[in-house]
């Protein structure tokens, strides 16, 4: 039995979980075709000595604002100048040898040979096992591993007893949060240490006190994520040789970035809260850059890789670690992120983003469903639809995970800190035990009794408790338990999350009924397709055809909430979702359901699109108008009319995929009687219609619709901005949505009360006339 003790300052952390070139250039990035071999200059040794990496040629050490050139397999590859500490990096460099020339006017310099490889290439077996971690008396310890390019990353450890007395199930935090911080571990970790497992937080390159240079979610940090996981795995203290990973947002996204290289000694991987796509889930949904929380978050992640930008990092600082300090060497080598998003308002998949330097080789580096299906290892993920942070839209990757041996994907509707409710933590532990410690499940006696009380104190508020454990470690054999959790379905949702319990609390995180699917997309859903009537109808055949119009206005800077992230999580805040304004939308509404409905999946709003400027940016709103004369919110989607091109292969009646490339935007005509088919993704959701409910979309411009997200808008261009939709005969604009036929049978009869849904404001409904053209 393992020890396992109680960590009273797991809600303090969770309340801080969210995620609060051959051209010669300046940031020495390159882009070469390698060729064979040919003879490299010699000449005298330079004074510094620079280092190879993954795609990278890395050096500090030489004159301040000197002139470098890197010379690869086929002549002088790109200048680039060093910065005021003397330090660069030459990115993007293709796997070879190479050497770093400086001419001072009257002789040349030149460094010794660097191998540069590519991310596959992994160091011997070695040169993990040869790495010991520090652990101290008190059965923690704090230290730096070592890479494969040399770069030391800050870790912290903390082990459940002696390494002696192990080994211990371990499991790695890994992310540019401060999970190496010794002091303050990450949410994940602390329940992890309580549950008695060993813990490692290791903190990405360039930031905290790990050395390098940061750049968003670089192939490189995948790269040394994987050295990190076979240097953990490697201590003698690890149960079964093998470590999972653990973490929520910023530490979840990193596990899938790690996980594609395919770690050895990886034994699973738990993400929570992640992203699908960098691109199309938050930085740009639609095509629209979000300089709300996208915005926000990218300027944090820049000032905490500031040289000692962390706090813990200024305190080892002023402790004298002498290893912290030399790590921020290369600082000055951070890319600046604002540049990098304004470079990547177009998606392209198979080019370099640039202008006058290259940022990645491609988007698809960034974008997790392009490479999941290389991740080979059990998965257990969990995620909510209105995630006011990085958005549900992470929910069109699951279907692509096709070589991990096992996957549990559980989605309900809510925030960001959702899958912290005991619904799902339950399961991930059960997940943990089974592929991490290979145990029978058995969650301890004083988390039992605890742990949603200080989960829910640093989250929703009310303790929430779990429920009976549905293994006993004293009956059940290993083999059985995991047999028959696989055997379970794989895909899970939790339904009306937040009125599930009203005897604790209308709002707090408990469903009123879930249900599980073999797959995603759910096989059995069915596209029930509802068109649009000129005089705001929406029914399976068009009642009315015609021309409706809004006035095209605002600024997209509109949010529904001010206050602070961990207020949002808390119960249900007052969120300000205002009521469309005559002249300033249009709106489509069904007739009163005669039965409950449930759907879950994606949906699009397909339509008929004219306006009186070139360029428009559209936002498409799905409701649930309740008998009671409430409204809820159920989902959002948006787009730019320019990036309406699609990827014809990817497409499908439930899901539009656009492009977004520079080379399929098409502008309107700017004459609003010139109609073109446009098509709106809904972002994935799952949520009951209630008999008597309606279904209603209104379609307007961007704002007002997330708690955190804004959007940088096409400008109206004089008063009279205007955009029509064409509905009827030749131009059947339409929503369709994923019905699941059968399932709303399972619901409860009466609808959750007005407010009770988390992450889903509800507001009375108005009625709304259409202008018509």
Same mark, same amino acid.
């Given at each position: 039995?393992?020890?396992?003790?109680?960590?009273?300052?797991?809600?303090?952390?969770?309340?801080?979980?969210?995620?609060?070139?051959?051209?010669?250039?300046? =940031?020495?990035?390159?882009? *070469?075709?390698?060729?064979? &071999? $040919? @003879? #490299? +200059?010699?000449? /005298?040794?330079?004074?510094?000595? !620079?280092?190879?990496?993954?795609?990278?040629?890395?050096?500090?050490?030489?004159?301040?604002?000197?002139?470098?050139?890197?010379?690869?397999?086929?002549?002088?590859?790109?200048?680039?100048?060093?910065?005021?500490?003397?330090?660069?990096?030459?990115?993007?460099?293709?796997?070879?040898?190479?050497?770093?020339?400086?001419?001072?006017?009257?002789?040349?310099?030149?460094?010794?040979?660097?191998?540069?490889?590519?991310?596959?290439?992994?160091?011997?077996?070695?040169?993990?096992?040869?790495?010991?971690?520090?652990?101290?008396?008190?059965?923690?310890?704090?230290?730096?591993? =070592?890479?494969?390019?040399? *770069?030391?990353?800050?870790? &912290? $450890? @903390? #082990? +459940?007893?002696? /390494?002696?007395?192990?080994?211990? !199930?371990?499991?790695?935090?890994?992310?540019?949060?401060?999970?190496?911080?010794?002091?303050?571990?990450?949410?994940?970790?602390?329940?992890?240490?309580?549950?008695?497992?060993?813990?490692?937080?290791?903190?990405?390159?360039?930031?905290?006190?790990?050395?390098?240079?940061?750049?968003?979610?670089?192939?490189?940090?995948?790269?040394?994520?994987?050295?990190?996981?076979?240097?953990?795995?490697?201590?003698?203290?690890?149960?079964?040789?093998?470590?999972?990973?653990?973490?929520?947002?910023?530490?979840?996204?990193?596990?899938?970035?790690?996980?594609?290289?395919?770690?050895?000694?990886?034994?699973?991987?738990?993400?929570?809260?992640?992203?699908?796509?960098?691109?199309?889930?938050?930085?740009?949904?639609?095509?629209?850059?979000?300089?709300?929380?996208?915005?926000?978050?990218?300027?944090?992640?820049?000032?905490?890789?500031?040289?000692?930008?962390?706090?813990?990092?200024?305190?080892?600082?002023?402790?004298?670690?002498?290893?912290?300090?030399?790590?921020?060497?290369?600082?000055?080598?951070?890319?600046?992120?604002?540049?990098?998003?304004?470079?990547?308002?177009?998606?392209?998949?198979?080019?370099?983003?640039?202008?006058?330097?290259?940022?990645?080789?491609?988007?698809?580096?960034?974008?997790?469903?392009?490479?999941?299906?290389?991740?080979?290892?059990?998965?257990?993920?969990?995620?909510?639809?209105?995630?006011?942070?990085?958005?549900?839209?992470?929910?069109?990757?699951?279907?692509?995970?096709?070589?991990?041996?096992?996957?549990?994907?559980?989605?309900v509707n809510g925030n960001h800190t959702e899958p912290f409710m005991p619904q799902i933590m339950s399961q991930w532990f059960e997940f943990l035990e089974i592929y991490v410690a290979q145990d029978v499940p058995d969650m301890p006696v004083g988390f039992l009794a605890l742990g949603p009380q200080v989960i829910g104190a640093g989250t929703w508020g009310p303790s929430v408790p779990f429920g009976e454990p549905r293994f006993d470690p004293d009956v059940d054999d290993f083999e059985s338990v995991k047999a028959e959790w696989e055997a379970e379905s794989p895909v899970r949702i939790l339904f009306e999350n937040g009125v599930g319990c009203p005897e604790i609390e209308i709002g707090a995180p408990c469903p009123t009924f879930e249900a599980g699917f073999s797959a995603w997309p759910i096989p059995e859903v069915e596209a029930l397709a509802l068109e649009f009537g000129a005089d705001g109808t929406l029914a399976a055949e068009s009642t009315s055809a015609g021309v409706n119009s809004f006035d095209y206005v605002g600024d997209g800077q509109a949010s529904t909430f001010g206050g602070s992230t961990s207020e949002l999580w808390r119960g249900l805040p007052a969120l300000d979702w205002s009521q469309p304004v005559d002249g300033e939308a249009v709106s489509y509404t069904s007739d009163p359901l005669e039965a409950t409905t449930a759907m879950a999946g994606s949906g699009s709003v397909d339509l008929w699109v004219a306006a009186t400027q070139v360029d428009v940016d559209l936002e498409v709103t799905l409701t649930e108008v309740r008998a009671d004369g409430s409204e809820y919110y159920v989902q959002g989607g948006w787009l730019r009319a320019s990036h309406a091109a699609l990827d014809d292969d990817a497409s499908t009646d439930l899901r539009p995929v656009q492009t977004h490339a520079e080379g399929d935007a098409e502008p309107l005509s700017g004459s609003i009687d010139d109609f073109v088919a446009v098509r709106v993704e809904l972002f994935p959701f799952a949520h009951v219609f209630h008999a008597g409910s309606q279904i209603r979309v209104i379609i307007d411009t961007p704002g007002n619709a997330r708690p955190h997200w804004k959007f940088d808008i096409v400008a109206p261009e004089g008063d009279n901005a205007e955009v029509a939709i064409s509905v009827g005969d030749i131009t059947p604009s339409r929503l369709v949505l994923p019905l699941v036929p059968g399932l709303g049978d399972a619901a409860p009869d009466a609808a959750p009360a007005c407010p009770g849904l988390r992450g889903q404001p509800c507001r009375p409904y108005q009625e709304f006339a259409n202008r018509t053209a």
């Open positions: 039995m393992r020890t396992r003790t109680m960590a009273g300052a797991i809600a303090i952390a969770i309340a801080a979980a969210g995620c609060s070139a051959s051209e010669s250039n300046d =940031e020495g990035n390159a882009e *070469t075709t390698a060729t064979e &071999s $040919v @003879a #490299l +200059p010699e000449g /005298p040794q330079t004074a510094f000595a !620079p280092r190879a990496s993954v795609n990278q040629v890395w050096l500090s050490g030489a004159d301040p604002a000197t002139e470098l050139v890197l010379h690869g397999p086929s002549g002088p590859v790109t200048t680039a100048t060093t910065d005021d500490g003397g330090s660069l990096i030459f990115r993007n460099v293709p796997a070879g040898e190479y050497v770093v020339t400086q001419d001072d006017g009257d002789a040349m310099t030149v460094s010794s040979v660097v191998a540069v490889t590519d991310p596959d290439e992994a160091p011997d077996a070695a040169f993990y096992t040869d790495q010991s971690l520090t652990i101290g008396p008190d059965n923690k310890g704090y230290g730096y591993l =070592e890479t494969r390019d040399g *770069t030391l990353l800050a870790y &912290s $450890v @903390a #082990l +459940p007893g002696a /390494p002696e007395d192990g080994p211990y !199930p371990t499991v790695v935090e890994y992310s540019g949060y401060s999970p190496a911080d010794p002091d303050s571990p990450q949410p994940s970790t602390l329940m992890m240490q309580t549950l008695g497992y060993a813990t490692v937080g290791v903190n990405i390159r360039g930031t905290g006190c790990s050395g390098g240079a940061f750049q968003f979610f670089e192939p490189l940090q995948g790269t040394d994520g994987y050295d990190a996981i076979e240097v953990v795995a490697a201590q003698p203290w690890v149960e079964h040789g093998k470590v999972g990973m653990v973490g929520l947002s910023y530490p979840g996204i990193s596990q899938l970035f790690v996980a594609q290289h395919q770690p050895p000694h990886l034994a699973a991987i738990a993400p929570l809260s992640p992203i699908g796509d960098t691109y199309r889930s938050t930085l740009y949904p639609g095509g629209i850059f979000n300089d709300g929380f996208a915005k926000d978050w990218s300027e944090e992640r820049q000032r905490d890789a500031e040289p000692f930008g962390q706090g813990w990092a200024a305190k080892r600082r002023d402790a004298g670690d002498q290893t912290c300090i030399d790590n921020q060497a290369l600082r000055g080598q951070n890319t600046d992120l604002a540049e990098l998003i304004d470079l990547a308002r177009f998606y392209e998949s198979d080019t370099p983003v640039r202008n006058d330097f290259h940022w990645y080789a491609n988007l698809d580096d960034l974008s997790p469903a392009a490479f999941v299906d290389r991740i080979d290892v059990p998965v257990f993920l969990a995620g909510s639809w209105q995630d006011e942070q990085v958005g549900g839209h992470f929910a069109t990757m699951l279907g692509d995970f096709d070589n991990a041996p096992v996957t549990r994907f559980t989605l």
